[in-house]
């Protein structure tokens, strides 16, 4: 991974795993992103509970923050709520975290997104500014990791 990061030039990974994993394989994650933190910059992708899940939580809280803890971000799922920024807010000041590390998700295509999306992507970027946080877009990509 590392050698396909300097071959195109980019800076970092964002780390979206969307399905479930068997417990027993989370230590393994973790220390995955462990390592790739020490060596590259590691966004994570909020899809995948720490009981291994696939249970979107659109905001930083106890059942994603191991996986935050070892990124360098959270990009959180694009359906969040002003209810659940408000308690990532205060799960953040709680822990002493940088809200500038989260990156609120906001679907252009306006999919169950706060604002709408659209011409509207712009409320939600301001509900997560309003609140301390970043914003990310997405749009239709896929990342395929084949083992």
């Not at 195109?8 to 027993?24: A, M, R, S, V």
């Not at 992103?33 to 060596?39: A, G, H, Q, V, Y």
């Not at 946080?133 to 990509?141: A, D, I, R």
Request: charged share 25%; hydrophobic share 35%.
């Amino acid at each position: 991974m590392l050698e396909i990061q300097r071959l195109y030039g980019f800076d970092g990974w964002l780390i979206n795993i969307e399905h479930e994993l068997p417990e027993q394989l989370l230590p393994n994650l973790v220390e995955f992103l462990r390592l790739l933190k020490e060596r590259s910059l590691v966004i994570w992708y909020d899809a995948v509970t720490s009981e291994g899940k696939l249970e979107w939580q659109d905001y930083l809280n106890d059942k994603n923050e191991i996986f935050f803890e070892y990124s360098d971000g959270l990009f959180t799922n694009y359906t969040w709520t002003e209810e659940k920024i408000k308690s990532g807010q205060e799960f953040c000041d709680r822990k002493s975290i940088p809200k500038e590390k989260i990156y609120h998700g906001v679907d252009v295509f306006g999919r169950n997104t706060y604002g709408g999306g659209e011409q509207n992507t712009h409320v939600s970027v301001a509900k997560a500014t309003e609140h301390g946080f970043n914003s990310g877009k997405t749009f239709s990509c896929k990342i395929i990791f084949i083992s």
